[in-house]
Structure formats: structure tokens, C-alpha cells
């Protein structure tokens, strides 16, 4: 599953007023079918954020 989420011109308080920001979800899920690991799950997960309207004025980037 993939899950994008975008936002523009957002407004925080007086001094922001213009701001975006993006976020990317990413879910991969499998489990095995036959043998001896038969029914394991095994899950991966990664999601991204980027936003330029943090209140010290710089852009924030993350990844987890």
C-alpha cells in the first residue's frame, strides 16, 4: 500500500502563511504460504515527511 498526502498554502499563524508539506507512506506485507515458515508474516514500513513551515523558519525533513 502507498499513501500520498500533499499540502499547499497552509497557514499556521501571522508569519507563515504559505506553507506545504508532503508525506509518503510506504507498506509492503508478505506471508509465506508453504513449508516451515509456513503462515509467517514479515512487514516493511517506510514513510517520508517534508514540510517548509516550522516555526524557527527552516525545512524539516524526516524518513522513519
Known amino acids: ?6 499540502g499547499d498554502d497552509i497557514d ?3 508569519s507563515i502563511d504559505d506553507g506545504e508539506e508532503w508525506i509518503r507512506d510506504i507498506e509492503l ?7 516451515p515458515l509456513k503462515a509467517l508474516n ?5 514513510s517520508s515527511i ?3 513551515w516550522v516555526s524557527n523558519g527552516t525545512d524539516f525533513d524526516d524518513t522513519a
Open 1 to 6: 500500500m502507498v499513501r500520498y498526502i500533499k
Open 12 to 14: 499556521v499563524n501571522a
Open 29 to 35: 506485507a508478505y506471508t509465506v504460504q508453504d513449508g
Open 42 to 46: 514479515v512487514k516493511w514500513r517506510t
Open 50 to 52: 517534508r514540510k517548509n
